[in-house]
């Protein structure tokens, strides 16, 4: 029997305990260059102010985090891949593959994909076994830096643009990955009015957007269609490179733009509430968590790091609610939300159930890895909305179209995946 260490858990413990609160994710890069202060990730809890240092990482630089069933933690450090299990507190896998920096991360399945940039000719669309973390192919068409892409169905949707000296998003297209057999399909060009491909956000599993901040534009992409579209955006874009750049919350996304971050309405291309908060410098990582009215941001200044960098909370109408810690180019946030216990059902593994689209408009496709039986749809309230019994496949569609906007679950057995009506 494995013996945990003290950290463990107590790191257990902290986990075990939190059930109901909202906790954080904060991804430190450390100093670039530096021997001593290296990329970390840690965890705070907004209910007590408490935080641990989960671990370490020996390099610089953090680009992107990733959450599974709430549970397993992705971190993208330059070079290295890392997965952490936050009910032990151990690091369970690592990789590190000598390649240019890893820039966004998914997963397929069984798959962990991998954005790759910054100087490779090609392959620059990874994919590893997301348990081992081992190298399993890449695809060697994807000759630009993945500065960004999007998974929907069976397809990854590659952003890919000319790196410049200022990392701009410009002279891009699309390039489209069947990752059932990894194989490349083609390349689209997206945007008409000179092909930048900006940050991507699906709406559904039916459209495709970029947003695209040296133009300030907004490109669309129906899927079924084909149909492409560029307007101009109702506000100055700046979309981040680094962690998530849009976050939604069922009827609105958050992103930054004109001086800080404010709402958006992509379908309709209109700004809700500008600048709802303004970050001290404009370096900074961001997180929204709508359920528990927070807005995180890290405010960094890489000219005076040890006297300049905060971490701030705001609530959703912009007024300062409080302070978390932080390190050194905290880039990268991202919000747990363990937000409902209903007897316990997060405990359980989900690796072998999917649910797609998520968002979703109208239908909720499930896949589970035998017979479903019994299916619950479940409110933010914890109150069972529709119920199912004696389903006898492995795959079930549900109408979800009389729901209103906003967090939902599904609660199969005891097995719970939380999802998005919009």
Do not use: C
């Not at 397993?72 to 390649?99: N, P």
């Not at 600048?275 to 005076?304: C, E, L, M, Q, R």
């Amino acid at each position: 029997m494995a013996i945990k260490t003290n950290f463990q858990v107590l790191f257990f413990l902290f986990i075990g305990s939190l059930l109901s609160a909202q906790q954080l994710i904060v991804a430190n890069g450390g100093v670039f260059g530096s021997s001593t202060e290296f990329a970390n990730i840690g965890i705070y809890n907004s209910s007590d102010g408490s935080f641990r240092q989960l671990d370490t990482v020996r390099t610089n630089s953090v680009q992107d985090v990733l959450v599974e069933e709430n549970r397993f933690i992705y971190l993208a450090a330059q070079d290295s891949i890392v997965k952490y299990d936050l009910w032990t507190g151990e690091r369970i896998a690592a990789s590190q593959f000598g390649a240019p920096s890893t820039i966004r991360l998914g997963i397929y399945g069984e798959k962990l994909i991998v954005g790759n940039w910054y100087a490779a000719t090609e392959g620059n669309l990874r994919i590893f076994d997301k348990n081992s973390l081992a190298f399993i192919d890449s695809i060697p068409e994807i000759t630009k830096g993945a500065t960004d892409f999007l998974i929907i169905g069976n397809k990854a949707y590659i952003a890919q643009n000319n790196t410049t000296a200022n990392y701009s998003d410009t002279l891009g297209y699309l390039a489209i990955v069947d990752l059932d057999n990894l194989s490349f399909l083609r390349n689209d060009t997206l945007s008409t009015v000179g092909d930048e491909i900006g940050r991507l956000v699906n709406v559904g599993d039916s459209v495709l957007y970029t947003i695209n901040g040296v133009s300030s534009t907004i490109s669309t992409l129906h899927l079924a269609s084909g149909v492409k579209n560029t307007v101009a955006a109702a506000a100055v874009l700046y979309p981040k490179s680094t962690g998530k750049s849009v976050f939604f919350d069922g009827t609105k996304w958050y992103l930054p733009f004109n001086n800080g971050i404010g709402t958006y309405d992509l379908v309709n291309n209109t700004v809700i509430n500008a600048d709802i908060v303004v970050p001290p410098t404009f370096a900074y990582g961001f997180a929204v968590d709508p359920i528990h009215d927070k807005i995180y941001v890290s405010s960094i200044d890489f000219g005076n790091q040890l006297l300049n960098n905060k971490g701030l909370i705001y609530n959703l109408n912009g007024d300062s609610t409080g302070v978390f810690p932080v390190g050194f180019s905290t880039e990268v946030l991202e919000v747990l939300n363990s937000t409902v216990n209903l007897s316990n059902s997060e405990h359980e593994d989900l690796s072998q159930t999917s649910i797609y689209p998520n968002p979703l408009v109208n239908e909720l496709n499930i896949l589970h890895k035998d017979k479903i039986g019994k299916l619950e749809i479940i409110g933010l309230d914890s109150k069972v909305l529709k119920r199912f019994e004696g389903i006898e496949n492995d795959s079930f569609k549900v109408d979800l179209s009389n729901l209103s906007a906003g967090v939902y679950f599904v609660r199969i057995g005891t097995k719970i995946q939380k999802f998005i009506k919009i």
